[in-house]
């Protein structure tokens, strides 16, 4: 059976029972994980080790001594903290720009239209059950997603060389991406952006893989560390694994353009670097689904391997319902057969079968001409929303002569803007205005509305110019 | 096990050391091998793969009682009316917001309900760790990993035969296996005292995994006087139980009867582990609900264990699934509904009783020179015929009879159409063992 998590070995057992100590465990894993595993603070590896028990009590006594007895308490997930953050907040005029959530004009969550009309057609089919679902998931959601950010006529599919398994939105999908790597792929280490979403670091490590980073983001300019990104990914080991945000960065917004995608391609094909795709904003960040999917089209159109994890939290509005797909594109038919075996065995051991009801919902509406159309049309009407509200907000700060320039609030795209701003000065934000943002300073453009984008300017103002 | 070393070597054979510039300066990746071409095929899930070959099957003959789904006695998948009710209420009322990452609070809480008692001092005092899982895999793959994180050292007794996956978490969370007896195949009953002590010779302080009822794969379970001693013995070794419960009120009819087992721990003092799951007594299996929770000395211990859970939560799927359960706690949450539902859960109970009774009726007035007691004191989805493999690859081939190779019958799949043949192919394969 293949290697555990954290490349011990299953012989290692005896080895480990000796080696009980925590610390030493603790130091063992830190070694193994990498020291080059550089994040901005507050960085997810570094918290994560303090907080665990560190003296564990195997017989805490029968006198009703818990074998937890030492468990302390996780920090807050510094995304959906500030959530719970801003709804502690008694205060009337407060802001939400924490997490990525789309908002309407009116502040409030969106179910779209298409999505109720598919959800009525599910309840209202009495022939309808509730079974378990393959562990592969539902097939012709695969399919379908499969032909959404590949293009029906990708090759690719066509020549059936891409297994899609239905995973739990994108976490789920990279999860398991990184499990199957973890357990089968010879190289263990993956190269993520710096910055990137935060949940990534702690999925790809609790699935067994060591995180390095590459430069990404450029703060004197607000946008991409280019010539930074070539040297690190040149300097990669042959085989390792990089992750690729497909649209609209999270959470800088600042996307390659598409001569620059076309470099990387280059550069990671000669390296034999293995593309990991995180396509969490299809159709969200520029409006086209095509559009948006350009970069992952490119690489699985060169004949080479890739996985993409997608998501349709956004881009459908599902949420809560945890509806997204993982697909390994593969040199060979037959490889993606037996790759598809081997995936089995990744998700079976961890929730046996994937929820029914997001991707029902989602197959109903992309095999159906007229509800597809529907959809793209509510989708660009987010997209565009988010666009407008990003012209408003820059508009804004030009009006009032906030000191910098902003046009990156305006070239950045997707659902977040990398303001530039510091800890300090989103701590201000929060205490003064009330304007709720994690502190990185990023900011959910889902969260602003014409009400707002006035109040946010006053704040971003007021924190320039006092707080350096 | 392919070593790291033989996977290397392996690569390199396949795609030659060397590439030309020409190759790499091309726009295409077409001279480099796959990188997972090594990948072997996985074996077929021993359980799922039950099903896959049933459907492939061509007769009109055919019978699947492999995967333990409920089936009515037409053969056909229920949607319970409760949860069509419940379905009709949901859809259109709510958004589909995320979850918090620890899941939906009115879910745990009327889940909490159900396997502590509607009245348990545990849930007034705050006491429980709870978080909403996908299901009971969930439950336990969460727990798994709880267990590899903060207690790296200890290790868990899984009972001889179990549900096959169990096995896969448990390694999947790299957390050591050990085995303790339970089944008795003489008797095709418990082997109480070879439980007893194995439970007596376990380190102190070990982990047990507990069918909390209806024992899969055996039907199998303790009697309350059985369950009172391993508890007992439990406190004198200082074991943590932690409580598999997939099949509250499927087994006996009775949800508060099927929670003995768990209401007798607590009485005694136990600090309890639970995996709940709503797939087979709601209907709800591909709806992936369930509830992991963890009996704690106080409520800040809950909320230290409640907060590390969400931590090993949300790097796997960030936050669990609404749909399934807002019907559940749309179900549990209403008197009305709640009282359907009890009423519908006994009645998938009582068939499958009745389904016992009929099969061993009809094995019996076969002649089999065996005994079949076991089939009806089994209790709930499953009965275990103790059929050999050999036996029942022959039903399989001879009769397109579909199930385990552990000769576990899914009883739910058992209907007045099937049950006279399956008898009769069971008489077939067995009457000259």
């Known amino acids: 059976m293949a290697h555990d998590k954290a490349g011990k070995t299953m012989e290692g057992d005896n080895m480990r029972a000796e080696l009980a100590s925590p610390i030493f465990r603790l130091n063992t894993l830190a070694r193994h994980l990498g020291v080059s595993c550089s994040l901005s603070p507050p960085s997810p590896m570094e918290s994560q080790f303090p907080n665990q028990a560190i003296y564990p009590s195997p017989t805490a006594g029968f006198s009703g001594g818990s074998v937890f007895a030492n468990v302390v308490q996780a920090p807050e997930d510094p995304i959906l903290g500030v959530t719970v953050a801003y709804n502690k907040d008694p205060s009337r005029m407060k802001v939400n720009l924490g997490v990525g959530a789309y908002r309407t004009e009116e502040g409030k969550p969106l179910v779209l239209n298409v999505v109720r009309r598919a959800e009525q057609m599910l309840v209202n089919n009495p022939s309808r059950v509730k079974e378990y679902l393959p562990i592969t998931g539902l097939a012709d959601f695969n399919k379908l997603s499969a032909k959404l950010i590949f293009g029906a006529d990708s090759p690719a599919i066509q020549e ?28 263990r280490t993956i190269y993520i952006p710096q910055p990137t979403w935060g949940n990534h670091t702690k999925v790809f490590m609790l699935a067994g893989l060591s995180v390095k980073t590459y430069r990404y983001y450029d703060p004197t300019t607000r946008g991409l560390n280019f010539k930074g990104l070539l040297e690190d990914l040149s300097m990669a080991p042959s085989g390792a694994i990089v992750l690729l945000h497909a649209c609209a960065h999270n959470p800088t917004g600042v996307d390659p353009t598409v001569g620059q995608w076309e470099q990387m391609r280059l550069l990671i094909r000669s390296k034999g670097l293995l593309p990991f795709f995180d396509s969490a904003y299809q159709g969200f960040a520029s409006g086209s689904l095509d559009a948006d999917a350009q970069s992952v089209r490119m690489f699985a159109a060169d004949g080479g391997e890739c996985l993409t994890a997608q998501s349709y939290a956004k881009n459908m509005g599902l949420y809560g319902e945890r509806v997204g797909a993982l697909s390994i594109v593969c040199k060979y038919a037959d490889v993606a057969v037996r790759v598809e075996s081997q995936l089995k065995l990744v998700i079976r051991p961890m929730y046996s079968n994937p929820p029914i009801h997001g991707a029902s919902i989602v197959a109903t509406i992309l095999k159906d001409k007229e509800m597809y159309y529907e959809w793209t049309v509510e989708l660009k009407a987010m997209a565009n929303r988010i666009i407008n509200m990003r012209q408003q907000l820059f508009d804004a700060l030009r009006a009032r002569g906030t000191p910098g320039d902003w046009t990156h609030i305006i070239k ?19 205490q003064e205005y009330h304007v709720y943002l994690t502190s990185d300073g990023r900011i959910s453009m889902a969260g602003l509305n014409s009400k707002t984008v006035p109040h946010l300017a006053d704040a971003i103002h007021a924190a320039v110019t006092r707080i350096k | 096990m392919a070593s790291m070393a033989a996977i290397s070597r392996g690569l390199l ?20 091998a796959s990188w997972f071409g090594h990948v072997e095929p996985a074996a077929k899930d021993p359980i799922l793969g039950v099903t896959e070959a049933f459907l492939a099957d061509p007769s009109p003959d055919k019978v699947n009682v492999g995967v333990g789904a409920y089936r009515d006695d037409n053969g056909k998948p229920v949607v319970l009316e409760c949860v069509r009710e419940a379905e009709r209420r949901i859809a259109g009322h709510l958004n589909m917001e995320y979850l918090p990452m620890g899941g939906s609070i009115n879910m745990i809480a009327e889940s909490l309900k159900l396997a502590y008692g509607e009245d348990s001092e545990f849930i007034k005092d705050k006491k429980i760790a709870a978080v909403q899982a996908l299901s009971g895999t969930g439950a336990c793959r969460l727990f798994a990993d709880f267990q590899k994180r903060f207690l790296p050292d200890s290790q868990i007794y899984i009972p001889i035969p179990t549900w096959s996956n169990h096995h896969n978490i448990w390694r999947d969370a790299c957390v050591p296996q050990r085995t303790f007896r339970y089944y008795h195949p003489e008797t095709r009953g418990l082997d109480f005292a070879s439980l007893m002590d194995d439970i007596k010779n376990a380190p102190n302080g070990s982990f047990f995994l507990l069918h909390a009822c209806a024992h899969n794969p055996t039907g199998v379970d303790p009697s309350e006087e059985q369950w009172r001693e391993i508890s007992h013995q439990f406190k004198v070794k200082n074991h943590f139980p ?15 009867k099927d929670a003995k087992a768990i209401r007798i721990f607590l009485e005694d003092g136990h600090l309890i582990g639970c995996a709940q799951s709503y797939a087979k007594n709601m209907g709800l299996y591909g709806q992936r609900v369930g509830c992991l929770s963890i009996l704690c000395e106080d409520e800040l211990q809950a909320v230290a ?10 790097p796997m799927y960030s936050n669990p699934p609404v749909h399934g359960a807002l019907i559940v ?52 989805m499953f009965c275990y015929s103790g059929m050999t493999p050999e036996q ?42």
């Open chain 1, 160 to 187: 059936n060389r891409v297994v899609t398994v239905q995973c739990l939105s994108g976490t789920g999908s990279l999860r398991v991406g990184g499990e199957f790597l973890a357990k089968h792929y010879h190289e």
């Open chain 2, 305 to 314: 264990v409640k907060s590390q859970l969400q931590q090993i939560a949300r």
């Open chain 2, 13 to 32: 054979k396949r795609r030659g050391i060397v590439r030309s510039p020409a190759a790499v300066a091309g726009l295409g990746a077409r001279s480099m």
């Open chain 1, 412 to 430: 950045q795209i997707g659902m977040f803007t990398f303001t530039g701003l510091n800890k300090e000065q989103v701590a201000f934000m929060t």
């Open chain 2, 242 to 256: 932690f409580f598999d419960m997939a099949y509250q009120g499927f087994a006996s009819g009775d949800p508060e």
């Open chain 2, 392 to 433: 029942v690859d022959r039903l399989t081939n001879e009769f397109h009879i579909y199930m385990t190779r552990n000769g576990r019958i899914s009883m739910a799949g058992v209907t007045t159409g099937n049950v006279g043949y399956l008898a009769n192919a069971i008489h077939e394969v067995t009457k000259s063992a």
């Open chain 2, 329 to 380: 706690s749309t179900i549990l949450g209403d008197p009305e509904l709640k009282s359907l539902w009890l009423r519908e859960v006994k009645g998938m109970a009582d068939r499958i009783i009745g389904m016992r009774k009929a099969l061993r009726d009809n094995l019996e007035k076969l002649g089999s020179p065996l005994s079949w007691e076991h089939v009806t004191n089994q209790i709930g």
